[in-house]
């Protein structure tokens, strides 16, 4: 793997001291000896309960006919049991529409949910006294999957399309035209971490609530409808997550719920931490998609329309399916331009799990589908894919999306498939996975190359809005909070690094500490790629509003004009004065300058209106661009991946070491999504994959042999973000569609013109059934 460069890069004509650095994550250490303190961690205070959900495990779906928790009330250690009924506020954990109820209450929605809640004074108890529960629920036959939805005509909200000129008339005009069905599977979040939260009892009413989120905000406002009581009284921590990936977005918001409520009802601490099988199965996955899409192109396999529809399985309740189903939609295009184009989707109401945000939130299953697409036409025609790909690229004539947004910075696109065509050897090696097809009948290679276009910003533009919370003290000591959330990401030190050059102190001088509701308010959740770009600038702005103040301080106490007070080496040069930090601060505090403020930030263009399907949903794309190599076996359907060569675009990175292990990592995570981690669920509705030993998740002897990851030359984000940088936290997830495209390059090389039955994930299940299915229709090599 290619090493990230530490020089200084130049921020006009200074050089900067901390940003554009590899600089290590601020818990790195803690990290690797096990000293970082995670909620489970946490001290317990004299007293603490211990909170376990109870559910149906032999029931899927139904109505609650009866709840006999008696034997759970009587049994050793048990304090109290939870039910419905105990709910002061609203029994709804809802992140939007509704529909999620805390405990069930007169029926069961889908196997999982929970019916009651055990609070004991130990896990160990509360997990036994949970298994002793009878409960009674109705039969009634679940819906399962998409097609068992769609059969019943079942949404969680309304239908959707974007629809650009005259698909209909563009299919029927071209030259070639071609339709299929896709299935596209989800994924589990699989954090290392499982939900959990602590709640302390405070006075009159109020809560402490220390949860493993991404969205604090919301946790607050949740519990505190659920407790009946005022956002005020509600503080939520978050320290550090042990991983999200958007499943501690809104699904965080029961587990806390349920904390939080056992407090109130015992007067005590209260702790909740899921099993993993309990988490798997209670809490939402990525959506799985149908994809039914017709393509019309003409000999060169350039487009002239499209028509796409995307199925997905919801769940039980919408959760978050409206932004995830819009984004599926903004990035069915991929990187590619469509003259006529109609694409709608269906959020499809199931009897499982409520699905929810997923790295990517649902721009992997659009982006996928349009790279189903792309090869179709390529192996029909016998051309290759990349050729087909630039044919169809955004350019300076076809450059607005579907949904009607201006692609401004098409070029970055082009040069970066461009050069990692060249560094990847691409050419040559596609000659070489030719030769070596030609000669092996049971090992084959595919290739192939493609692109990541991925919009950067909340499309509900309320969400596009950060504050930060920055105090200078007479020490010289930097305290930052702001309303991210940290999980591993790096998240809190790229804010750092931003406060750190801001005032001119060394890292150290920086202190970071836990997110809170009770320091900044009304925060939007640490989503979408935004964490940096929003809460960066927040927090420079509020580091600039003390400086300023400082500034004119300084000016006035030294007699200087304002230009000449430099701030750099935890020092302030003062025209011919050089005192350091902690004296100007000591100074300043007696001439009473305030040394404290509340940063905030809102992105500017965005200018998206659902209802209308118009307007500007992004402030600007990540672009990137993966290569990849795999060998099939086509006797077992094992697969491995040999080679993957990465250039992504982050624009002047904040600290590309960082940026560079979240691209490494997201790239990982698609593959796993794309290739070993399947979902599956029995007729009943039972979910079978709930536990490592049947849930796949890559292991580091997945990763490839060569795995060469480079960080795109770029000039700066033309947008004024963050010192430039681009966002990098979902981007990298759509690499790996280069892995799923190779294998489909791999299985249609045994019968060159036909398309591939495969389906996401390619599992060797997938792979082997598609290679029978090549052979059976005769002609295979």
């Known amino acids: 793997?290619?090493?990230?460069?530490?020089?200084?890069?130049?921020?006009?004509?200074?050089?900067?001291?901390?940003?554009?650095?590899s600089l290590p994550h601020d818990s790195a250490e803690r990290h690797?000896?096990?000293?970082?303190?995670?909620?489970?961690?946490?001290?317990?205070?004299?007293?603490?309960?211990?909170?376990?959900?109870?559910?149906?495990?032999?029931?899927?779906?139904?109505?609650?006919?009866?709840?006999d928790l008696d034997a759970v009330r009587n049994a050793p250690g048990v304090v109290a049991v939870l039910t419905a009924a105990d709910v002061p506020g609203l029994?709804?954990?809802?992140?939007?529409?509704?529909?999620?109820?805390?405990?069930?209450?007169?029926?069961?929605?889908?196997?999982?949910?929970?019916?009651?809640?055990?609070?004991?004074?130990?896990?160990?108890?509360?997990?036994?006294?949970?298994?002793?529960?009878?409960?009674?629920?109705?039969?009634?036959?679940?819906?399962?999957?998409?097609?068992?939805?769609?059969?019943?005509?079942?949404?969680?909200?309304?239908?959707?399309q974007f629809r650009r000129g005259a698909p209909e008339a563009g299919l029927a005009s071209a030259e070639h035209r071609q339709s299929g069905t896709f299935h596209v599977g989800g994924q589990e979040h699989f954090y290392l971490e499982g939900q959990i939260a602590l709640a302390i009892p405070g006075e009159e009413r109020a809560v402490q609530v220390h949860s493993s989120t991404q969205h604090p905000t919301e946790v607050q406002h949740v519990v505190a409808k659920v407790l009946g009581v005022s956002d005020a009284l509600v503080t939520v921590d978050?320290?550090?997550?042990?991983?999200?990936?958007?499943?501690?977005?809104?699904?965080?918001?029961?587990?806390?719920?349920?904390?939080?409520?056992?407090?109130?009802?015992?007067?005590?601490?209260?702790?909740?931490r899921l099993d993993r099988d309990d988490d798997m199965i209670m809490t939402g996955k990525r959506h799985d998609f149908r994809v039914d899409w017709s393509v019309g192109h003409d000999n060169t396999g350039r487009i002239r329309a499209v028509d796409m529809t995307f199925f997905a399985r919801c769940g039980y309740s919408a959760d978050l399916s409206l932004g995830v189903v819009d984004r599926t939609m903004f990035h069915a295009d991929s990187s590619y331009f469509y003259p006529d184009a109609q694409i709608r989707s269906r959020r499809l109401r199931t009897d499982t799990c409520s699905n929810t945000a997923f790295r990517g939130f649902g721009g992997p299953q659009g982006m996928l589908a349009a790279e189903r697409m792309i090869d179709a036409i390529a192996i029909t025609l016998g051309l290759d894919p990349l050729?087909?790909?630039?044919?169809?690229?955004?350019?300076?004539?076809?450059?607005?999306?579907?949904?009607?947004?201006?692609?401004?910075?098409?070029?970055?696109?082009?040069?970066?498939?461009?050069?990692?065509?060249?560094?990847?050897?691409?050419?040559?090696?596609?000659?070489?996975?030719?030769a070596f097809n030609a000669r092996n009948h049971v090992l084959r290679k595919g290739l192939a190359l493609t692109p990541v276009k991925f919009g950067i910003s909340f499309t509900l533009k309320h969400l596009n809005q950060a504050g930060a919370l920055v105090h200078l003290y007479t020490d010289g000591s930097i305290q930052l909070n702001h309303g991210g959330t940290e999980m591993g990401q790096g998240l809190y030190q790229k804010v750092a690094q931003v406060v750190a050059e801001e005032f001119g102190v060394t890292l150290d001088k920086v202190i970071i500490t836990a997110t809170s509701t009770g320091k900044v308010p009304n925060t939007g959740p640490t989503a979408a790629s935004s964490g940096t770009d929003l809460n960066a600038m927040a927090a420079r702005n509020a580091a600039r509003a003390i400086k300023d103040r400082l500034i004119a301080f300084a000016a006035g106490h030294f007699h200087c004009s304002p230009e000449t007070v430099v701030f750099a080496n935890n020092q302030v040069r003062a025209g011919t004065h050089v005192i350091s930090l902690a004296e100007l601060a000591k100074l300043a505090h007696m001439g009473r300058v305030h040394m404290s403020d509340a940063g905030f930030?809102?992105?500017?263009?965005?200018?998206?209106?659902?209802?209308?399907?118009?307007?500007?949903?992004?402030?600007?794309?990540?672009?990137?661009?993966?290569?990849?190599?795999?060998?099939?076996?086509?006797?077992?359907?094992?697969?491995?991946?040999d080679r993957v060569d990465i250039l992504?675009?982050?624009?002047?990175?904040?600290?590309?070491?960082?940026?560079?292990?979240?691209?490494?990592?997201?790239?990982?995570?698609?593959?796993?999504?794309?290739?070993?981690?399947?979902l599956v669920w029995d007729e009943q509705g039972r979910l079978r994959t709930h536990a490592p030993s049947t849930y796949k998740i890559p292991a580091i002897s997945d990763t490839p042999a060569e795995f060469n990851v480079a960080l795109y030359a770029s000039p700066g984000n033309?947008?004024?973000?963050?010192?430039?940088?681009?966002?990098?936290?979902?981007?990298?997830?759509?690499?790996?569609?280069?892995?799923?495209?190779?294998?489909?390059?791999?299985?249609?090389?045994?019968?060159?013109?036909?398309?591939?039955?495969?389906?996401?994930?390619?599992?060797?299940?997938?792979?082997?059934?598609?290679?029978?299915?090549?052979?059976?229709?005769?002609?295979?090599?």
């Not at 307007?615 to 990137?624: K, Q, T």
Request: net charge negative; with cysteine; hydrophobic share 40%.
């Open 648 to 678: 992504h675009d982050v624009g002047r990175s904040l600290n590309p070491a960082i940026d560079i292990g979240q691209i490494e990592g997201g790239f990982i995570q698609g593959m796993g999504w794309l290739t070993t981690e399947e």
């Open 387 to 434: 050729e087909v790909r630039k044919r169809n690229f955004y350019d300076w004539a076809r450059n607005q999306t579907p949904y009607g947004m201006v692609v401004e910075e098409w070029q970055t696109l082009h040069t970066i498939v461009e050069q990692l065509e060249a560094t990847s050897a691409y050419w040559q090696r596609r000659e070489e996975v030719r």
């Open 32 to 67: 690797v000896t096990g000293t970082a303190v995670y909620i489970d961690d946490m001290p317990e205070p004299q007293g603490t309960l211990h909170v376990v959900p109870g559910w149906a495990r032999h029931a899927v779906r139904g109505p609650l006919l009866a709840m």
């Open 91 to 160: 029994n709804d954990c809802s992140a939007s529409f509704g529909g999620d109820p805390v405990l069930a209450d007169k029926e069961i929605l889908f196997y999982g949910q929970v019916a009651f809640a055990v609070v004991a004074t130990s896990r160990d108890a509360a997990r036994r006294a949970a298994r002793l529960a009878q409960i009674d629920v109705g039969p009634q036959t679940p819906i399962i999957s998409v097609e068992d939805a769609i059969a019943a005509d079942v949404t969680v909200l309304p239908d959707y």
């Open 718 to 781: 033309p947008e004024e973000t963050i010192y430039r940088s681009k966002a990098v936290g979902e981007p990298p997830v759509m690499l790996a569609n280069s892995v799923f495209c190779a294998i489909t390059d791999a299985v249609a090389s045994l019968r060159p013109g036909t398309v591939p039955q495969l389906d996401a994930p390619a599992t060797p299940e997938a792979i082997l059934k598609a290679v029978q299915a090549m052979r059976q229709a005769g002609g295979a090599r």
């Open 1 to 21: 793997m290619n090493a990230p460069h530490d020089t200084a890069i130049m921020e006009g004509a200074e050089a900067l001291t901390h940003v554009h650095r």
């Open 238 to 272: 978050v320290r550090r997550m042990g991983g999200g990936f958007g499943g501690k977005e809104s699904q965080a918001n029961q587990w806390a719920c349920l904390a939080a409520l056992a407090a109130r009802v015992t007067g005590r601490p209260c702790k909740l």
């Open 601 to 641: 930030y809102a992105s500017p263009k965005i200018t998206w209106d659902r209802e209308s399907a118009s307007g500007r949903p992004f402030l600007y794309f990540a672009y990137g661009a993966a290569a990849s190599e795999v060998t099939i076996d086509t006797m077992t359907g094992e697969m491995t991946v």
